[in-house]
Nanobody, 120 residues
Framework: QVQLVESGGGLVQAGGSLRLSCAAS????????MGWYRQAPGKQRELVAT???????SYADSVKDRFTISRDNAKNTVYLQMNSLKPEDTAVYYC??????????????WGQGTQVTVSS
């Protein structure tokens, strides 16, 4: 079983920055991709950013040019640098690791979530 441990959430004023970390219990190269999702109260969970095994990144339109996803292979850790935060970024942020294959279709893992609150 894979464990994903998130950290770095908290309370910040609008315009501020936070960096989230997600430490995996095994090498991140075992995953097809890793990503960050978020869920605000009363809303569905949405994709924020992803990074593939090959290093390609993608972002939701709402966070482009403000958030950056990166990884440290030696530490098996993925980061989400969040700059110019807005109140609408307030949500629980979840780390995801996708290791699904034809032999392991259910190998999609989630962290416990970390709260990010942006005050206006």
């Amino acid at each position: 079983q894979v464990q994903l441990v998130e950290s770095g959430g908290g309370l910040v004023q609008a315009g501020g920055s936070l960096r989230l970390s997600c430490a995996a219990s095994r090498t991140i190269f075992s995953f097809n991709a890793m990503g960050w999702y978020r869920q605000a109260p009363g809303k569905q969970r949405e994709l924020v950013a992803t990074i593939t095994k090959g290093g390609s990144t993608s972002y939701a339109d709402s966070v482009k040019d403000r958030f950056t996803i990166s990884r440290d292979n030696a530490k098996n850790t993925v980061y989400l640098q969040m700059n110019s935060l807005k109140p609408e970024d307030t949500a629980v942020y979840y780390c995801n690791a996708d290791a699904r294959s034809r032999y392991a279709p259910g190998a999609n893992y989630w962290g416990q979530g970390t709260q990010v609150t942006v005050s206006s």
